[in-house]
Structure formats: structure tokens, C-alpha cells
T-cell receptor, first 111, second 113 residues
Framework: ETGVTQTPRHLVMGMTNKKSLKCEQHLGHNAMYWYKQSAKKPLELMFVYNFKEQTENNSVPSRFSPECPNSSHLFLHLHTLQPEDSALYLC??????????FGPGTRLTVT | AQTVTQSQPEMSVQEAETVTLSCTYDTSESDYYLFWYKQPPSRQMILVIRQEAYKQQNATENRFSVNFQKAAKSFSLKISDSQLGDAAMYFCAYREGNEKLTFGTGTRLTIIP
């Protein structure tokens, strides 16, 4: 256990559904991240939050909408996704100039 | 843009033997951080070891050590006395200051009993 939890662990959704992924960190970190992990590709950084402020949006389509209500919680709201969005979505947290700690991920399948 | 290259998609090693995973990176900076992460089949990514570029001494964590060659931009991971629990995907990553992590494509390590 790294101190970063993610729910749900698995999610199957249709292209017209709306769902949310949740991440929580219990480490007192002030930065949180969303990554997308697809087979045979490097991890793709999607969003970065520092002290609840979004500091990076890595050209992510608007069908992905992050929310960071406080330093411990991070959400990824999903709507009208495409099949190519199927992947493992990883959340991570860190103190600002420090290594990142990852959650177990949410395996998302879009049908 | 920084890039991280892991040229070995898969490696295997006999239990109790030593294996070295390769990583090279491209940067024009002199101050940065390098990491090796392990992702077992359960999928939780775990930090294995980190190296600050300004430190000449190679980092070591128990059976894991790195060979950091700054001039060659090489950062290999050596696993000694390999154990079954070492089986995982291993990712090399680079970070410059407060910037984002850049990951390689990973090396899948299999341990042969």
C-alpha cells in the first residue's frame, strides 16, 4: 500500500454514460496527478494539481474533466467517452519536489 | 522535450541471479532526478530507487542498485539475488525540478524458478 487509494478498481461504461473516478491520498502531499496507461505506450500525464490548482492539462480532450476539491482528493469525471479511452487510469501524489506515489489504478473499459 | 528509452521490452532471469535493466534518456539539463518504478501484476506502481543527478554516488536500496552514467545519459537498474516477487514491469522515469515525470515504455521482468 502506497497511501494512495482509487475507486472503483474496475469500470465498464457505455459511450453515452457519465461516471467519475476517485482518488484519495493519506500522505499529506500537496500535488496530485492523473495518468493514462495504455498497452505498449509510456504513461501519459493528463493533469497536475498543486495546492488544488490545476497547473497542467496535457492536451486532454474535454470529455475528461478533473476536479480537486482539496489537497487529499482528486476526481476524474468522464462523459461521452470513446473506445480508445479504454485504459488503466492511475492517480499519483507527491510533495512538490519529491517522488510520486501511485494508486492501484482504475481499469476502464468503454463499450 | 525529454525522452526516456528502455530498449528491452522483456527480460528474464533465473531466481537468485543478477539482472540489469537498461535506461537511457535525453536532456540538455544538468540538474534532474531519475527514478525506477516497479509495477507488479497487482498494478500498484511502487518506487524502487531514485537518483539525483548532482550526486556522483550510485543509489542503492538493498538488492537494487543503479549504474548512473551522467555523461552517457544512462541509468541502469541492477537487481541482485533475484526473487520471485521481483517479477513486474519496471519503468524508468526522469524529472527535472518541479516538472512532470517522463516515463519510458517499461521492461517486463520474468523470474524463472
Amino acid at each position: 500500500e502506497t497511501g494512495v487509494t482509487q475507486t472503483p478498481r474496475h469500470l465498464v461504461m457505455g459511450m453515452t454514460n457519465k461516471k467519475s473516478l476517485k482518488c484519495e491520498q493519506h500522505l499529506g502531499h500537496n500535488a496530485m496527478y492523473w495518468y493514462k496507461q495504455s498497452a505498449k505506450k509510456p504513461l501519459e500525464l493528463m493533469f497536475v494539481y498543486n495546492f488544488k490548482e490545476q497547473t497542467e492539462n496535457n492536451s486532454v480532450p474535454s470529455r475528461f474533466s478533473p476536479e480537486c476539491p482539496n489537497s487529499s482528493h482528486l476526481f476524474l469525471h468522464l462523459h461521452t467517452l470513446q473506445p480508445e479511452d479504454s485504459a488503466l487510469y492511475l492517480c499519483a501524489s507527491s510533495r512538490q519536489v519529491s517522488e510520486q506515489y501511485f494508486g492501484p489504478g482504475t481499469r476502464l473499459t468503454v463499450t | 522535450a525529454q525522452t526516456v528509452t528502455q530498449s528491452q521490452p522483456e527480460m528474464s532471469v533465473q531466481e537468485a541471479e543478477t539482472v540489469t535493466l537498461s535506461c537511457t534518456y535525453d536532456t540538455s539539463e544538468s540538474d534532474y532526478y531519475l527514478f525506477w518504478y516497479k509495477q507488479p501484476p497487482s498494478r500498484q506502481m511502487i518506487l524502487v530507487i531514485r537518483q539525483e543527478a548532482y550526486k556522483q554516488q550510485n543509489a542503492t536500496e538493498n538488492r537494487f542498485s543503479v549504474n548512473f552514467q551522467k555523461a552517457a545519459k544512462s541509468f541502469s537498474l541492477k537487481i541482485s539475488d533475484s526473487q520471485l516477487g521481483d517479477a513486474a514491469m519496471y519503468f524508468c522515469a526522469y524529472r527535472e525540478g518541479n516538472e512532470k515525470l517522463t516515463f519510458g515504455t517499461g521492461t517486463r521482468l520474468t523470474i524463472i524458478p
